[in-house]
């Protein structure tokens, strides 16, 4: 039985938790490296709680690969280009590295642009600014 009459303001301001249930961020696996499970957090916190569902854990762990997979040929770059120029392969491996990065930076675009955790993958087609918008002169 409820209470009679008609409620107050105070009473109807007040919410009251009826089926509210908190969620959680996913836990980053236990198959990811230190570096790459710190990655893992870093994302995870920065999106809302709901982002990443269990059937992108898959695209994240792979995106978080990448990223630390970038970050090691990126020291190897600059290692090298800090090393000696005149060596008869330097040309040749610093090919190699420019590639290996190139590859893993069209990894890093592809999944962010599937988890919607890039600008292109959270563009909202409503909001659009430019030249693409009607001036109001231009009626």
């Known amino acids: 039985m409820g209470q009679r009459g008609k409620q107050s303001a105070a009473s109807l301001a007040v ?3 009826s089926g509210v249930t908190a969620i959680e961020r ?3 696996p236990d198959n990811l490296t230190i570096e790459q499970a710190h990655e ?14 269990r059937e992108t854990h898959g695209l994240l762990s792979s995106y978080c690969r990448h990223v630390v997979s970038s970050q090691m040929i990126a020291g190897l770059i600059e290692d090298l280009l800090r ?8 040309l040749d491996d610093y090919e190699k590295l420019l590639k290996m990065q190139d590859r893993e930076t069209r990894g890093l675009s592809a999944l962010a ?3 919607r955790t890039s600008q292109q993958g959270t563009y909202n ?11 109001p002169w231009d009626n």
């Open 26 to 28: 996913p836990k980053a």
């Open 113 to 115: 642009t599937r988890m």
């Open 83 to 90: 090393g000696d120029r005149q060596s008869e392969n330097w």
């Open 40 to 53: 893992w957090r870093c994302i995870v916190n920065r999106m809302p709680a709901d982002w990443f569902p």
């Open 15 to 17: 919410l009251k938790p």
């Open 125 to 135: 087609q409503n909001k659009k600014t430019g030249s693409n918008v009607k001036k």
